[in-house]
Structure formats: C-alpha cells, structure tokens
C-alpha cells in the first residue's frame, strides 16, 4: 500500500499534537545518536510507548500490528497502522509518511516490504525492541525468515532510556496527572467509611478523576480493604469495608498517556496498634531514603537503605523500592530506570519515579505509602499535594 501522504491536507481533519514538531525532532535526533553508536541502519519499534514518543500517533488498538520504521539519517520516521486507526494517525501525528493496512492484508509483508524501501546492503544492522510486550515471536520470525541477509539486534533498553530524561513538556503533563491522583484520594477520603463497598468506592473515585480530566489509566485502581489489603494487586470487588480495617489504594492519573500513581494505605475507622507499628515502619523507608535522591546519587542505595529500614519484614518485601514513570500504555507503567538495590546507575535531573515501599502480604494485609517524584537541578520534589499524615479516614 501507498503511504498515505495527503492526511494532513486541506480539508482533513486539524491535526493536534501532544507536543511541538521541534519537541519530536530533537527525539529523533537522539534515537538518530544511538542507533549511531551501535552501528544500527533502521529501528523499528513495535511498542506503542515508542510510536507515541517519536511520531505523536497515541493507538487504542494496541493488538493490531502497527509499527514505527526509522532509518538513520532520515529527518523522520514512518508509521504502519491499521485502517481503524488511520483517522488517529491524521490528527496526532506530526511525519508525513503513515502505511495503512486492513483486514486481509499481511502487515507483516508491508512492514517488509517497507524495510526494504529503506535500501538494506547484506550485513545491514535492524534494531528491534526484543524486550517488548508487542512484538510477537511469528513476527520475529517471518522477519528473520524474509531478511536473511541482515542482522537483528535488540534495542528495547537503549529506546527506554531516551524517554527517561522528561522536557519542561512532559513534566507538566506529569504534574497535571499526579494532580487528577490527588483528586481521586481526596474523593477517597471523603466517601470512605464502614459499610461501602470497594466497587462504590471506586465510582466515587473514578467519577472524580473522569470530571477532572483524568483519561484511562495504564493498569487498573488498586483497592484492596481488610483480608483482600494482603493480595498486594487487589482490584475492587464488591466486598463490604469493615471498621478498622486497612484499605490499600493505587490511583493513577493519566494525560495525554502520562501516568502519575499514588500509593497508600489507609484504615476506614481507627487504626490498631499493630496497623500504627508497621505503618511507621514503611513511612520511614520512604521518607530517609527520599532525603537520598538528588542528581548524582546512586540509585540502587535508596533501594537498599528502604529494605533496612523494613528489615523486621525482610521476607514481606514484594519487590523493589520504585521505577521511572512517564510515558506508558498497558500492560505496565513500571519504565526506567529501577530503584533496586545494585543499579549504580545515578539520578539525573528531568526523572521521575515513583517511590513506593510496602510491607505486604503479611499477616493478610499491606501497608503502601508512596509518591512521584521529579529530580530537579538541585534535589527532589514530590509531585503530589496529598498529605503525608492521613491514615485513619474516619466518616
């Protein structure tokens, strides 16, 4: 098929960007740098993180083959995408060369046929991201089996690091999301008491968020009350709260694709005096290891000095203290870089992570307490405005 030069024409639907064409130039201009230093020719990039973040194109149907193909030294990419999608394409992004397949076309020869177009000499280097939830392995093969004569190198952690480093840009739109989060448990705490259920709490919340300007979110709200706290990834049932029991809660605010996720737990009524213990505990393994994160430090040590600290529940320790959050699509919002212990990779500023300790699983409960931070120039901020201090929500 013919790329589909005229979306943007007179007469199409006004296309409207996320961010300013010169935004997405610089982009390609740092993947055009790294496929430099690894000697790779084009890049193709199955994931829907990578379509967005190099040519604006933000896909609902993230089960259809669609791909992005960039050869290096060109002044910009190209997209593959379904039919279903194409009207997206017209109004989000910024390149003008966008290939449309439909129902009864092989993608995968297009998508062939497209590398081909880019001119491969025997011994020419495709960098695909392996490590993607997107890129299926019969795709993978039909690729090997059709170029025989190139080489296939993984770049999924080389792309993954680009978005790390976030513009003046995307931090807004992350204090924006973590903004639609703080609503959510403002309208937590204030619907919250004995005798609701976790799904009404959720409409609440949800209601809240969706008002704010909240779009869908990359994983699924966590709450989580009494026994169902200590499943860790609890998503709301129509269980009933009870007095005193502890409600564990993952809210995420979401624009324009960037998510921002609050964590905590918190008791419906007055708490016991076992819920007060452990709750300190895991507030303090995350408020001395913040006082750790600034440009410069190592990460891995605000890993390691947060599992010391709960070091009395070592073996109800789920998984590592924080990752990057940005830019995502489902299944995970979970990016680079991880905040676990042994990563002697350093905070920059323009990250942003989420900072998320617990205790879980243990005694059937979790106790949560986190929040996103930004890496400045000189220190940290927390991106949130919801108080440190609210544990017992009593309505």
């Not at 010391?308 to 073996?315: K, L, P, Q, T, V």
């Amino acid at each position: 098929m013919k790329p589909t030069d005229n979306l943007n024409e007179a007469g199409a639907a006004k296309a409207t960007l996320a961010f300013d064409v010169s935004e997405y130039e610089q982009r390609i201009a740092r993947l055009d740098d790294v496929l430099t230093k690894r000697g790779i020719d084009i890049f193709i990039g199955s994931s829907p993180e990578s379509m967005n973040y190099f040519t604006g194109f933000d896909p609902l149907g993230t089960y259809f083959q669609q791909l992005v193909v960039f050869k290096r030294g060109d002044e910009e990419p190209a997209l593959l995408t379904h039919k279903c999608e194409m009207v997206l394409a017209q109004i989000q992004c910024w390149i003008s060369n966008v290939i449309v397949w439909k129902h009864g076309d092989n993608p995968t020869q297009i998508a062939v046929d497209m590398l081909r177009a880019c001119g491969l000499p025997r011994g020419s280097r495709i960098g695909l991201e392996m490590g993607s939830w997107y890129l299926k392995p019969e795709v993978y093969k039909a690729f090997v089996d059709a170029m025989p004569e190139v080489e296939f190198d993984d770049v999924t952690e080389d792309v993954a690091r680009l978005r790390t480093i976030k513009s003046s840009a995307e931090i807004a739109y992350m204090r924006k999301a973590a903004r639609f989060s703080d609503i959510g448990f403002e309208a937590l705490r204030n619907t919250l008491r004995p005798g609701i259920t976790e799904a009404e709490l959720l409409a609440a919340v949800q209601t809240k968020m969706s008002a704010a300007g909240s779009e869908y979110p990359t994983l699924p709200f966590i709450i989580g009350s009494g026994y169902r706290s200590g499943l860790f990834h609890a998503v709301p049932t129509t269980k009933i709260v009870e007095a005193g029991e502890p409600v564990l809660i993952e809210f995420t605010g979401s624009l324009n694709r960037y998510n921002s996720n609050l964590c905590r737990t918190v008791v419906a009524g007055k708490a016991s005096e076992t819920l007060w213990d452990i709750r300190k505990i895991v507030e303090e393994s995350f408020w001395r290891p913040f006082e750790l994160i600034k440009p410069g430090a190592p990460i891995g040590e605000v890993d390691r000095l947060s599992r010391e600290i709960r070091g009395r529940y070592a073996d109800y320790i789920p998984a590592r203290a924080g990752f990057g959050m940005g830019l995502s699509y489902p299944p995970t919002f979970a990016a680079h870089p991880d905040i676990l212990v042994g990563n002697k990779e350093t905070f920059q500023p323009g990250m942003i992570v989420s900072l998320e300790p617990s205790v879980a699983q243990y005694d059937r409960l979790t106790m949560s307490f986190g929040y996103n931070i930004l890496i400045t120039d000189d220190g940290a901020e927390i991106l949130h405005k919801t108080g440190r201090d609210v544990f017992e929500i009593c309505n």
